[in-house]
C-alpha cells in the first residue's frame, strides 16, 4: 500500500467551482510538497509544507499542513481548465534520504 | 537554460538487453534523482546523488544502476531490462537538499 495515500484519485469539476485534494499518512511527515504534472510531461514544484499548521498560498491554490503533520491538503478556488492535471503530494521519510509520493489525483476542469 | 533534459525520450528493448538513460541539468544543482512512474504506483525513487561522485539507493534500486562522473550528468543504467521495468523515467534535481525538485520531461520505455 502506499505509504501517502491521495483522495479522491479522480475529481472532474466545472470550471469555477472550487475543489479540495487530500494526502494522508500514518506517519508524521517531515517535508510534505505537492507538484503538479500535466499529463505526458514532469512534474513542477507547487509548494512545500514542514510545520504543523502551516498554510501556504500561491495564486488560487492553497496547501495546509494539519498541526500532527500527517495529512495535507490542496485546495483551489475558482478552477480553470489551466488547473487540469495530476496533483502529487510528496514527502521525505524521518531520516531525510528518501522520499515518497502518493498516486496522484487527477483533476479534469470542464470549461 | 534548458533545465533538465533527458535522453532519449522513448525506447523499446527486448529483454536482457542493456541501455543507459542519461539526464542532463545547466542549473548547478548539487542533488539530482531518477524516479520511475507507474499506474496507480505514483513515483518511486530509484538512486540519487548528493553531488558529484556520490550516489544513493532510493525505494527500489534492484535492476539498476547511477553514475554520476559530472555534476551536471546522472546517468541511469539496465545491465539486463525485464519486462517489470517498462515504466516512464524521470529524472530530477534540486540546488540542495531535498527541497524544490526541477523535473525533465521523461522517458518512456518498453521492455518486451
Known amino acids: 500500500s502506499q505509504e501517502l495515500e491521495q483522495s479522491p484519485q479522480s475529481l472532474i469539476v466545472q470550471e469555477g467551482k472550487n475543489l479540495t485534494i487530500n494526502c494522508t499518512s500514518s506517519?508524521?511527515?517531515?517535508?510534505l510538497y505537492w507538484y503538479k504534472q500535466k499529463y505526458g510531461e514532469g512534474l513542477i514544484f507547487l509548494m512545500m509544507?514542514?510545520?504543523?499548521?502551516e498554510e501556504k498560498s500561491h495564486e488560487k491554490i492553497t496547501a495546509k499542513l494539519d498541526e500532527k503533520k500527517q495529512q495535507s491538503s490542496l485546495h483551489i478556488t475558482a478552477s480553470q481548465p489551466s488547473h487540469a492535471g495530476i496533483y502529487l503530494c510528496?514527502?521525505?521519510?524521518?531520516?531525510?534520504?528518501?522520499?515518497?509520493f502518493g498516486a496522484g489525483t487527477r483533476l479534469t476542469v470542464k470549461p | 537554460n534548458a533545465g533538465v533534459t533527458q535522453t532519449p525520450k522513448f525506447r523499446v528493448l527486448k529483454t536482457g538487453q542493456s541501455m543507459t538513460l542519461l539526464c542532463a541539468q545547466d542549473?548547478?544543482?548539487?542533488?539530482m534523482y531518477w524516479y520511475r512512474q507507474d499506474p496507480g504506483m505514483g513515483l518511486r525513487l530509484i538512486h540519487y546523488?548528493?553531488?558529484?561522485?556520490?550516489?544513493a539507493k532510493g525505494e527500489v534500486p534492484d535492476g539498476y544502476n547511477v553514475s554520476r562522473l559530472k555534476k551536471q550528468n546522472f546517468l541511469l543504467g539496465l545491465e539486463s531490462a525485464a519486462p517489470s521495468q517498462t515504466s516512464v523515467y524521470f529524472c530530477?534535481?534540486?540546488?540542495?537538499?531535498?527541497?524544490?525538485?526541477?523535473f525533465g520531461p521523461g522517458t518512456r520505455l518498453t521492455v518486451t
Open positions: 530530477a534535481s534540486s540546488h540542495e537538499g531535498w527541497y524544490e525538485q526541477y
Open positions: 506517519k508524521t511527515l517531515y517535508g
Open positions: 509544507l514542514q510545520k504543523g499548521g
Open positions: 510528496g514527502a521525505l521519510r524521518q531520516r531525510g534520504n528518501d522520499m515518497r
Open positions: 542549473m548547478n544543482h548539487e542533488y
Open positions: 546523488s548528493v553531488g558529484e561522485g556520490t550516489t
